[in-house]
Structure formats: C-alpha cells, structure tokens
Nanobody
C-alpha cells in the first residue's frame, strides 16, 4: 500500500521560505517519478513539479518556476520541495504524489501539509 507522509508546512510571511518533506513507503520509491501538487480552498488541484527517478530531470509549473525546487533522496525514501519567495497566493495544502503530472489528479496522496503565506 502506497503511504505518503508530508511535513514542513507552516505560517510564513510573504517573501519567506519553507522546505517541505514527504516520506514514502509501500512501493519502490527509487523506481518512481514523484510530484508535488497543491490545493487551495475552493480551487482545483494544481500540479507544481515532478522529478524523475535519478533526479536528472525536473519539471515545474509556470506559477512556481524559479521559486520552488524539487529534490529527492532515494536512500531515505524522501521527496523535498524548497519554497522560496513565497506569495500569499501560494497558500494551500501541499501534497506529494507518486508518478508524473498526468498521474497527479488520481494518484494516492498523504494527509498533506498546510502552507499559509500571510503578513
């Protein structure tokens, strides 16, 4: 059974930074592309970023390109998302998912971690 546990969300001021983590189990993490998605209240799920199995390729939504960085540590079965230059519109619940952007809408997610950007 795929299990994903996100953490690292917090309340931060605009311009601040956070590092989100996602610990995976129940599948071969090192063989799977991984993604981050988010959902704000009243809005649809938004794909943010995908990283391939060996970290050689990363992909970003235009809304976060240049501000967010995805990474992974296969030895620790952990996915990361570094969030910099945060804006109020980044406020959302953040989730990691197994697979790429096509899989994201239907892929299993954890409980998520809340990021709130507010002065």
């Amino acid at each position: 059974e795929v299990q994903l546990v996100e953490s690292g969300g917090d309340l931060v001021q605009p311009g601040g930074s956070l590092r989100l983590s996602c610990v995976a189990s129940g599948f071969n993490f090192g063989w799977s592309a991984m993604s981050w998605v988010r959902q704000a209240p009243g809005k649809e799920l938004e794909w943010l970023s995908t990283i391939n199995t060996d970290s050689q390729s990363t992909y970003y939504a235009d809304s976060v390109k240049g501000r967010f960085t995805i990474s992974r540590d296969n030895a620790k079965n952990t996915l990361y998302l570094q969030l910099n230059s945060l804006k109020p519109e980044d406020t959302a619940m953040y989730y990691c998912t197994k697979g790429g952007p096509v899989d994201a809408p239907v892929a299993p997610r954890g409980q998520g971690t809340q990021v709130t950007v507010s002065a």
